[in-house]
C-alpha cells in the first residue's frame, strides 16, 4: 500500500506506458498525415528553433527511433514516479527544459534535433545522481542497477559525427544532474 502522496507502482506503469504509447501515436499520426518533424524540432540558437525545446522530446525520425527511446523511458519515469522523495514532476520539468535549452545553446549549426534521448539520459543522470544525494538505500540501488545496466549509454554524449544528437545527450544527463542537486540539497 503507497503512503499518501505516493504513487503505486501499477500507477506509475500506467502512466509510463501512457506516455510512450503517446510517443507511437504521435509518430503515427505524423506518417499517415505526412508531417514533417523539422519545423517542430530544436533549431539551435534560431528563433524557430525555441518551440523545439518544448515539441522534440515528441517527436522521432523513424520508427526505429522510437523504438529505441521506448524501453529505457518507460524504466526511468517509472521507477522516477514511483518514489515521491524523487520529486517526480519537477524533475521532470527540469530535465526537459535544461536538455532543450542545452541542446538549443550548442546544438550544432543548420542541424535539426528530435527525439525523446534527451530525456532518456536526463532521467538516468537524476536517478544515480539522486540515488547519491538523497541518503536512502533504496535510491542508492536503483542508482547502482542504472549504472550496471545502463551505464554504456552515456558514450553517447561523447562528440560524433552524424545525425546522433550527442549534444542533447549531453545536455540531457547535465540537467538530470543539475536537476538531482536542485532536488536533493
Known amino acids: 500500500m503507497a503512503s499518501r502522496g505516493q504513487i503505486k507502482t501499477r500507477d506509475a506503469v500506467e502512466i509510463s506506458s501512457m506516455v510512450v504509447a503517446g510517443l507511437f501515436a504521435i509518430h503515427l499520426a505524423r506518417t499517415i498525415l505526412r508531417i514533417s518533424a523539422v519545423p517542430y524540432g530544436i533549431v539551435p540558437r534560431t528563433g524557430n528553433g525555441l518551440v523545439g525545446i518544448l515539441l522534440s522530446p ?8 522510437v523504438l529505441a527511446n521506448a524501453l529505457p523511458l ?16 519537477r524533475a521532470l520539468a527540469m ?6 535549452l542545452g541542446t538549443w545553446l550548442i546544438g550544432r549549426s543548420g542541424s ?8 532518456v539520459f536526463g532521467l ?13 538505500w533504496k535510491a542508492a540501488l536503483v542508482a547502482v542497477v542504472i549504472v550496471l545496466l545502463f551505464g554504456g549509454m ?6 560524433q559525427a552524424g545525425p546522433i544528437s550527442w549534444e542533447g545527450h549531453l ?12 532536488n536533493h540539497r
Open 112 to 119: 535539426v534535433h528530435i527525439g525523446a534521448s534527451g530525456i
Open 95 to 100: 530535465i526537459w527544459l535544461a536538455s532543450g
Open 58 to 65: 515528441l517527436l522521432h525520425a523513424n520508427w526505429a527511433h
Open 154 to 159: 552515456f558514450y553517447g554524449v561523447l562528440p
Open 74 to 89: 518507460f524504466l526511468f519515469l517509472t521507477l522516477l514516479l514511483t518514489n515521491q522523495r524523487y520529486y517526480p514532476s
Open 171 to 182: 545536455c540531457g544527463a547535465l540537467g538530470g544532474v543539475w536537476a538531482a542537486r536542485q
Open 124 to 136: 538516468a543522470a537524476y536517478l544515480i545522481a539522486s540515488g547519491f544525494l538523497m541518503k536512502c
